[in-house]
């Protein structure tokens, strides 16, 4: 094999100027619309996010139409783009329908390759952010059971269904195929509940009577299906990556400033081991979370065990930052005014979402072939 044949082959884990340039529009959106005062009282009134923040990120910067065709209404980019939106919204923990509406539900309609019909339609609204859809299954649903899902009727009850409550389109996969429900139509409840992490709202969602639009049969949508939540898993993976940085970012800066004994405890040799020892962990987890992104945007067909890696490592890097954040933070990191309890919240409910850790190093032992004796 030449050099250029590997170089070509390598997943590319580094930003490109075009992806920094996207990091600095959003990064500069969520100071100002989404600092931490303005979360902490976004999750304390009855509405779950800021419509006009979700307008600017969507429509303003084009976010929401990343992974879709130009033709489609979309931007033309990648997941690699989309990764990068997602670090910056893990890093603030914004409150936006962003990695259910404009990755996975977007993800499972393209990969219906419809060019007209409902599908194509629906697919145009979000990626322009007029309307949001999520997938009516449990949160933590795993890439694996995506075909298994296409199961039952129409009417259902499922608990646990992410950003359910301020949707405008449910997609409810059934044994006859995967159906488009508009929640303002009757027959639809979505029942919020009181979830861990206030700023990724859950509900029920109970379907009595519903009618709905039927947008692919049984087997291309269990495809989709599979596809769409391993886009959500492999990119949930550079949320958490912003999140782990956002708390060793804060950490480091609050023990230079916080003093005692005369002098930043972050001189302390017991914390500065801490500390280096998180640095290792986030930048290892930015290598994992880059290549399962890159292997999403090129098709790899080794991007189900780039997904499982990455969420298999993250999730766990995620846990760790939040809660060494906390503890590191002293007094003031149990405060409900100080953010660390967000994070922390975000990076647990993170953690269970599109399957565990524990899943995903099984899907990483099925993966992987082992020599033979």
Same mark, same amino acid.
Request: aromatic content about 4%; some cysteine; overall charge negative.
């Given at each position: 094999?030449?050099?250029?044949?590997?170089?070509?082959?390598?997943?590319?884990?580094?930003?490109?100027?075009?992806?920094?340039?996207?990091?600095?529009?959003?990064?500069?959106?969520?100071? =100002?619309?989404?600092?931490?005062?303005?979360?902490?009282?976004?999750?304390?009134?009855?509405?779950?996010?800021?419509?006009?923040?979700?307008?600017?990120?969507?429509?303003?910067?084009?976010?929401?139409?990343?992974?879709?065709?130009?033709? #489609?209404?979309?931007?033309?980019?990648?997941?690699?783009?989309?990764?990068?939106?997602?670090?910056?919204?893990?890093?603030?923990?914004?409150?936006?329908?962003?990695?259910?509406?404009?990755?996975?539900?977007?993800?499972?309609?393209?990969? /219906?390759?419809?060019?007209?019909?409902?599908?194509? +339609?629906? !697919?145009?609204?979000?990626?322009?952010?007029?309307?949001?859809?999520? $997938?009516? $299954?449990?949160?933590?649903?795993?890439?694996?059971?995506?075909?298994?899902?296409?199961?039952?009727?129409?009417?259902?009850?499922?608990?646990?269904?992410?950003?359910?409550?301020?949707?405008?389109?449910?997609?409810?996969?059934?044994?006859?195929?995967?159906?488009?429900?508009?929640?303002?139509? =009757?027959?639809?409840?979505?029942?919020?509940?009181?979830?861990?992490?206030?700023?990724?709202? #859950?509900?029920?969602?109970?379907?009595?009577?519903?009618?709905?639009?039927?947008?692919?049969?049984?087997?291309?949508?269990?495809?989709? #299906?599979?596809?769409?939540? !391993?886009?959500?898993?492999?990119? /949930?993976?550079?949320?958490?990556?912003?999140?782990?940085?956002?708390?060793?970012?804060?950490?480091?800066?609050?023990? %230079?400033?916080?003093?005692?004994?005369?002098?930043?405890?972050?001189?302390?040799?017991?914390?500065?081991?801490?500390?280096?020892? #998180?640095?290792?962990?986030?930048?290892?987890? %930015?290598?994992?979370?880059?290549?399962?992104?890159?292997?999403?945007?090129?098709?790899?067909?080794?991007?189900?065990?780039?997904?499982?890696?990455?969420?298999?490592?993250?999730?766990?890097?995620?846990?760790?930052?939040?809660?060494?954040?906390?503890?590191?933070?002293? +007094?003031?990191?149990?405060?409900?005014?100080?953010?660390?309890? /967000?994070?922390?919240?975000?990076?647990?409910? =993170?953690?269970?979402?599109?399957?565990?850790?524990?899943?995903?190093?099984?899907?990483?032992?099925?993966?992987?072939?082992?020599?033979?004796?």
């Amino acid at each position: 094999m030449t050099a250029q044949t590997e170089a070509a082959q390598s997943p590319g884990l580094l930003y490109s100027e075009a992806e920094e340039d996207l990091r600095s529009a959003v990064r500069s959106l969520l100071a =100002d619309r989404a600092d931490a005062p303005k979360v902490i009282a976004a999750i304390e009134s009855d509405t779950p996010y800021d419509l006009r923040l979700w307008e600017s990120l969507a429509t303003g910067i084009g976010a929401a139409g990343l992974l879709v065709p130009e033709k #489609l209404g979309g931007q033309g980019a990648t997941h690699r783009e989309a990764a990068v939106v997602l670090e910056e919204l893990g890093r603030s923990v914004a409150p936006a329908p962003y990695l259910t509406s404009a990755v996975v539900a977007t993800e499972i309609l393209l990969a /219906l390759s419809a060019e007209d019909g409902p599908a194509a +339609g629906l !697919l145009g609204e979000l990626a322009t952010g007029s309307k949001v859809a999520v $997938l009516a $299954l449990p949160f933590a649903t795993p890439p694996a059971e995506g075909a298994a899902a296409m199961t039952g009727a129409l009417e259902r009850t499922v608990t646990g269904v992410a950003e359910a409550a301020t949707a405008d389109v449910l997609l409810v996969p059934t044994e006859k195929g995967l159906y488009a429900v508009e929640t303002g139509g =009757d027959g639809v409840a979505a029942q919020p509940l009181v979830p861990l992490d206030l700023t990724r709202p #859950l509900a029920t969602v109970t379907l009595t009577g519903a009618t709905g639009t039927l947008i692919a049969d049984a087997g291309p949508a269990a495809a989709a #299906l599979t596809r769409g939540l !391993l886009a959500g898993a492999g990119l /949930l993976a550079s949320e958490q990556l912003g999140l782990a940085e956002w708390c060793l970012t804060e950490t480091v800066r609050y023990t %230079r400033e916080r003093h005692q004994f005369n002098r930043p405890v972050g001189s302390f040799q017991s914390l500065k081991h801490r500390m280096a020892e #998180l640095w290792l962990e986030v930048v290892s987890a %930015r290598a994992a979370a880059r290549n399962a992104a890159d292997a999403l945007a090129t098709g790899s067909p080794d991007a189900p065990l780039a997904v499982a890696v990455a969420q298999a490592y993250c999730s766990g890097v995620a846990v760790h930052a939040a809660e060494e954040c906390v503890q590191l933070h002293g +007094g003031i990191g149990m405060t409900w005014e100080h953010p660390a309890h /967000l994070y922390l919240k975000r990076a647990k409910a =993170d953690s269970i979402a599109y399957g565990t850790a524990g899943h995903h190093r099984e899907a990483v032992a099925g993966l992987v072939e082992l020599p033979a004796p």
